[in-house]
C-alpha cells in the first residue's frame, strides 16, 4: 500500500455489506459477466455497477470488456492488504446465494 489515501479506498470499500458478498460471491465462483452477477444477486444494476466500482478502484478487482459487457473477476495483482482482507472474508459466516447464470441463456455476449 502506497498511502493514506489507498488505506481509505480499501477500507472504505470493505465497510459495506453488499460488496463484502460480492468479494465472497466473486472470490466463490470467479469472473462473472455483470448480468450474472445482478441476477444472482438480485441488485438493481446501477446500485450494482456502483460497488463494484468501488471495489475496482480499491483494487480488488478487475475488469474485462467484450462488446457492450463487462466481466468482472478478483484483481490477480492486489496488494498484500487487499489479499489479506479477502482471506479474512472467506472466514465470516455468510449467505451467498447460488451463482443464477443468464448468460447462458440469454448469451448476453
Known amino acids: 500500500m502506497k498511502n493514506l489515501d489507498d ?59 467484450k462488446g457492450v459487457w463487462a466481466y468482472y473477476g478478483l484483481n490477480e495483482n492486489m496488494n498484500s492488504y487487499c489479499k489479506n482482507a479477502l482471506n479474512e472474508i472467506q472466514n465470516i459466516q455468510l449467505n451467498l446465494p447460488e451463482l443464477n447464470r443468464i448468460t447462458q441463456k440469454e448469451k448476453c455476449f
Open 7 to 65: 488505506f481509505l479506498k480499501i477500507t472504505g470499500a470493505l465497510n459495506d455489506e453488499s460488496r463484502v458478498k460480492i468479494l465472497a460471491f466473486l472470490h466463490k465462483y470467479g469472473t462473472l459477466c455483470v448480468c450474472d452477477l445482478q441476477n444472482s444477486l438480485q441488485m438493481i444494476q446501477s446500485r450494482l455497477s456502483r460497488h463494484l466500482k468501488i471495489l475496482k478502484d480499491a483494487g480488488f478487482l478487475s475488469v474485462e470488456r
